[in-house]
Structures are given as C-alpha cells and as structure tokens.
C-alpha cells in the first residue's frame, strides 16, 4: 500500500504540502490540474511545475486523477477522435513526468453527486456530503447543478467543471439515445486507442466507479457493480486497462459487497488504486458519508483493507473525502483533518492486517 492524499495544488488548495508531508507514512499525491476542461491536452509546461512542488516538498506525484473523458467520446460521435488524440497526448505528457497511473470515470455528465455538501450530523455537529434520492426527485439535474456550485464556497469540485455544466441541457438531450450498450461500445473504442501509448509509456489507466453506484436522472451507467466491471475489463486484457477502487462510491450500494469486490479484481490484477472512505446509510438511497473508522459507518474498513493486503497490496491508496471537522473550512470533502485522521486510521489497519498472518 502506498498512502498518498490528493492535492488540488497551491492556487487551489487550502492544504499545503508542508501539512501533507507531514502526515505519517504520507509517500505521496494524487495530482489533479483542477482548471482543465474535458478534452484539453494537459501541457507539459503545466506538469512541470506542479509536479516539481511536488517533489520539492518530499513527496512523490506517480497518480494523477481526474482526467476527464469528453461528452462526445462517451457518446460515440465522430468529434471524438480529436479528443481522444487529446487524451494521449495527455498521457505522454504526464508519464514524461513520471506518472504512472491515470484516474478517470466513464460517467456520463455527472461525476459524483450527493443532495447537500454539508450535513450536519447531529451526534457531533461535524458535517459531511449527503445524499437523498427524494431530494433529487424534486430538484431534477439542472437544479441540482445550480445548488451545487452555490454551495461548493467558491471551490472547484473535482468533476464539476462550469463550462461542462453550462452545456447540461444540451448534453442530457443528446444522452437521450445512448444506451448502456452504447456506452460500453465507445468505452472499447476509446481504451482500445489509449492501451498501447500506455504500455509503451508505462501509465496505467484506473477506471473509477460511478457515485453514487446506480444510473441517475435516466443516464446510462455501467461502472457501479462486479458484473458491470467484469464487462468493463473485459474490453481490453491489457493490465494497463485497470481499475480505482472507490470504496464509498461503491458502498452507497448496498448491493455492493466491496470487500468482495477487491478481492475479485485485486486477484485478477486489475487494481491499480483505491479510494477509501466509508458512508452510513440512512435508508434507500440516502446516506451520508461518515469518519473513515468500521463503527461510524456500514463497510468493514478491516474487510477492505485486509482484501487489498491480500489480494493487491502494492496499490495506491488514498483516504477520499472527509467530513468537516474542527471548524476548518475548506473545500467540501477535501479538508486536511478528517482525511489525515482516515490515512493515519488505514495505516493501523493495514500494519495490524500485515502483522497478523
Ligand atoms: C473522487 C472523484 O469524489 C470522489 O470519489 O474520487 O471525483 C474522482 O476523482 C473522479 O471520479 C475520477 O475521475
Ligand atoms: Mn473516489
């Protein structure tokens, strides 16, 4: 396991480096270039010196995350060979500075969605996102969109860029047609064009699971369970093909048993990161994300752990969103104190788990 924390870099981020260096058994980042649009090649005079800060500080910035995939190659249309030519131009850039794995989603418009950004949770008054079905039924997407940027305190969020989202209406529309076959499709025609620019870069692609794990507002989505990433491996046997498991993403399913999940592609080969944080349900399809620790919330952290140690235990790792605690005020999800109380919380787990044989 290499425990890494992602950093939207210093214009952005209320976290430093100094703080995240600083943070034990912290080796590294993972990278982020928050102001790229979808489709945009990430220039090397871009990664230059973010990743150079990066080191500087100590730390290592081997994962880049959220790279995000263009509308029109998800959706099949002929614009997409200039995007996906953008991509790998993309990736050779990145492994030029010695990245090597590249995080991504293959959702259609929404990234990650949750109902309210800020949930007080009562027991303590620390607040974290949360989603209600219900809410959305009464929202609908252009809504929730809206509420979303008001509540974000003026950061970017990772997946909501404006540009992509002053489109929404246009895009849902031409959705419409694109059916979850179609999806899987363009998802092979796309990795099938990045697979040997990254075996010869050395880059491993890391699909990231759809959050919350079922099809919203009559999407296609076919990233959120075992079968459906069976299917999505399936497309191309390359290793480089490979996947971030995001445990919270996965677990507002109940459905998922993500423990199980890990093991499956852990021993398959097919994991390359992983995502963790827990969520405690509230009922269907409402929950809100909780401390990283078993008890505060539904998934068995030691299960996780122990089936990433067991079946794939050189991955990156990283605590994903936190709740606010402290006071601190930050970015939704992505303050310092709950997340480095999540790394420190998996570091015992995982030091109890390899002692423990
Ligand atoms: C993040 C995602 O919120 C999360 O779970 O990990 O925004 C993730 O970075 C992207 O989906 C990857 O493209
Ligand atoms: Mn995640």
């Known amino acids: 396991m ?25 080796t590294g980042i993972m990278g982020f270039l928050d102001y790229k649009k979808a489709g945009e090649v990430w220039e090397r005079d871009e990664i230059k010196p973010y990743v150079a800060e990066v080191h500087a500080a100590g730390l290592e910035c081997e994962v ?71 809410d959305l039924g009464t929202m609908g997407p252009l809504e929730i969109v809206a509420k979303t940027s008001r509540d974000s305190g003026g950061f970017s969020l990772p997946g909501w860029e404006p540009e992509r989202l002053a489109e929404l209406e246009k895009t849902l529309e031409r959705y419409k047609t694109v059916t979850a076959e179609d999806l899987l499709r363009n998802y092979k025609y796309f990795i099938d064009a990045l697979v040997p620019v990254c075996e010869e870069a050395g880059v491993v692609m890391a699909c990231h699971p759809d959050d919350p794990a079922w099809p919203i507002f009559g999407l296609p989505r076919i990233a959120h369970t075992l079968e459906g990433f069976d299917k999505i491996i399936a497309l191309n046997d390359s290793p480089a093909h490979s996947l971030c498991l995001c445990t919270g993403s996965l677990a507002s399913n109940r459905d998922n048993d993500v423990p199980a999940i890990v093991r499956h592609f852990g021993r398959k080969g097919r994991v390359a990161c992983m995502h963790i944080r827990n969520v405690k349900h509230l009922g269907h399809r409402h929950f809100r994300e ?62 109890a788990v390899n002692k423990c044989v």
Request: aromatic share 12%; net charge negative; charged share 25%.
């Open 2 to 26: 290499k425990m890494t924390f992602r950093w939207f870099g210093s214009k952005s981020d209320t976290v430093t480096l100094k703080q995240i260096r600083q943070i034990p058994g912290m």
């Open 64 to 134: 880049i995350e959220s790279v995000n995939v263009h509308e029109d190659i998800k959706m099949g249309v002929p614009a997409r060979d200039v995007h996906i030519s953008n991509y790998i131009e993309t990736i050779r850039n990145l492994a030029g500075f010695g990245v090597k794995v590249i995080v991504y989603n293959f959702m259609p418009v929404f990234d990650w969605l949750r109902t309210d950004l800020a949930r007080v949770i009562e027991e303590d008054g620390s607040n974290s996102l949360y989603f209600d079905e219900k």
């Open 290 to 351: 909780s401390s990283h620790l078993s008890a505060d919330g539904d998934l068995d952290m030691y299960a996780v752990v122990k089936a990433m140690s067991d079946t794939c235990p050189n991955v990156y790792v990283r605590p994903d969103h936190g709740r606010m605690i402290w006071d601190e005020a930050g970015r939704p999800g992505y303050g310092l104190y709950d997340r480095a109380l999540g790394a420190a919380y998996l570091n015992g787990l995982w030091e």
